[in-house]
């Protein structure tokens, strides 16, 4: 009996500002890409260029800048963790709320019409509810939350001998 193969998904990563989360989620693109999914990467403007050599897919992985919009108290130049003291993660996390507007222009880009998961997701997270980090849409209108992808993202990416058992297991 052949094996049937679920469609092709379009993934939007939206991690935490800082190069410990942005790297991972990065790394597991490049697998998801491999497996024949495309993904939006969604990032602040600034860290596409020091990101862009660790995509090893561009033409299937696609950076969407975001603004970074002023928050008090937060250099103006700050984009992500490692350009503040640890003091002032709490401001870069506000000014990460604060892109939810583009980060929703960003996923209706790709899915022309409105979700209804993405936009509760969309919701509680402006609710402060818990904070978006991943939205995988399939074509049924599933997600897989963040928890979830955020241990993918670990558990897929370890040291290397761990690579070839991943690319061996669509």
């Known amino acids: 009996m052949a094996m049937v193969r679920s469609p092709k ?30 993904i939006t990467f969604i990032l602040p403007k600034k860290v596409q260029s ?11 992985i696609s950076f969407h800048p975001l603004t970074i919009l002023h928050v008090d108290g937060l250099p103006p ?6 350009d503040v003291p640890i003091s002032l993660h709490h401001l870069l996390a506000a000014a990460m709320d604060r892109t939810t507007d583009q980060v929703e222009a960003a996923l209706l880009q790709f899915v022309p019409q ?8 969309n919701k509680l997270a402006k609710a402060g509810q ?6 995988l849409v ?7 939350q963040t ?5 993918a993202s670990h558990l897929s990416y370890p040291p290397d001998k761990h ?3 991943l690319r061996d297991n669509p």
């Open 9 to 38: 998904l379009h993934i939007a990563m939206y991690p935490w500002f800082a190069f410990g989360h942005m790297i991972p989620y990065l790394h597991l693109s490049n697998e998801l890409v491999e497996r024949g999914h495309s």
């Open 50 to 60: 020091q990101l862009q050599h660790l995509n090893l897919h561009p033409t299937l």
């Open 77 to 82: 130049s700050a984009e992500t963790a490692s």
């Open 114 to 121: 409105p979700l209804p998961t993405a936009l509760r997701l």
């Open 130 to 135: 818990f904070q978006l980090g991943l939205l």
């Open 138 to 144: 399939t074509p049924d209108n599933h997600n897989i």
């Open 147 to 151: 928890t979830e992808i955020s241990l």
């Open 163 to 165: 690579l070839s058992t």
